[in-house]
């Protein structure tokens, strides 16, 4: 997904992927809608992960259509490719190995697809600015490019959790210790425009839910088990000022989620444009 000198802080752990498996059960239907496919449309998908995102646009794009999808480690292609067999959709997409500031394209590709898509990529990378102009040089003129990523300061939960706050900031610092940014998603329109692109389009992409909300307990295990993920991360920060702080405060949000006025408010940064003609 990343490029050398830059990390992404979850790992692909199989823990991690089972994670990022129940992510995509989440949001996929969300992210897929949001592009708008209408049939027969080829597709590069960068930084695809498990692949699931990419399958399902694939079947969107119908028979006409084809999706290269784009991943560097070879961990999540082995997974991908597992997922994919067990599905019955083997074949469905072709995956590659390669990283996303050097895509594996052949001199006719360049330029031929009609949509590059990235989802949670740029908040990895040291250098997404170099992605979206890789993108934008990836799709035929008139071609859409579509970002999704995060800004992570925009994780609300009410009524409050004591030193949760604390503890995501910490979380963000593991970003920028790593060279990365956690708050990309607000820049997603001026990446585009600085890329070359001509942006069209931004919008949130709801991802919180309530007490009561079937799918609540899971967007909080989701959130639990980043924290956990990031624990040595976190501690690195030294904004913390012990490891029980953390073991605290997941302790507390898990007993939080239990109320029945419980609420937590996120939502992914999506925008898109088009490169001129």
Request: net charge negative; glycine share 10%.
């Amino acid at each position: 997904m990343t490029r050398a000198g830059s990390r992404y802080v979850h790992g692909t752990s199989p823990e991690e992927q089972g994670r990022l498996s129940r992510l995509n059960a989440m949001l996929n239907e969300t992210s897929a809608a949001a592009l708008g496919l209408s049939g027969g449309e080829r597709i590069l998908d960068i930084g695809s992960g498990l692949g699931q995102l990419s399958r399902e646009m694939a079947r969107r794009a119908g028979p006409a259509g084809r999706v290269i999808a784009v991943e560097r480690s070879p961990e999540q292609i082995g997974e991908a490719l597992r997922l994919a067999r067990a599905a019955g959709e083997d074949g469905l997409i072709e995956i590659r190995e390669g990283d996303a500031l050097d895509l594996p394209l052949s001199e006719t590709e360049w330029g031929s697809f009609d949509l590059a898509h990235a989802r949670f990529v740029l908040e990895h990378v040291p250098d997404p600015l170099a992605v979206v102009r890789a993108m934008v040089r990836a799709v035929r003129p008139g071609g859409r490019i579509v970002l999704e990523d995060d800004d992570h300061e925009v994780l609300r939960a009410w009524p409050p959790v004591a030193d949760l706050p604390q503890v995501w900031a910490a979380y963000m610092r593991t970003y920028e210790m790593n060279g990365n940014d956690p708050i990309v998603g607000r820049r997603l329109v001026e990446l585009l425009h600085a890329a070359g692109a001509v942006p069209i389009e931004n919008r949130w992409l709801f991802f919180g839910g309530c007490s009561g909300d079937p799918h609540f307990p899971a967007l909080v295990e989701n959130m639990v088990s980043i924290l956990e993920g990031a624990r040595a991360g976190i501690l690195g920060t030294g904004m913390l000022p012990a490891e029980r702080t953390l073991d605290d405060v997941i302790a507390r949000f898990r007993g939080w989620s239990e109320r029945s006025d419980a609420a937590l408010w996120f939502a992914r940064s999506w925008a898109a444009g088009r490169r001129p003609v």
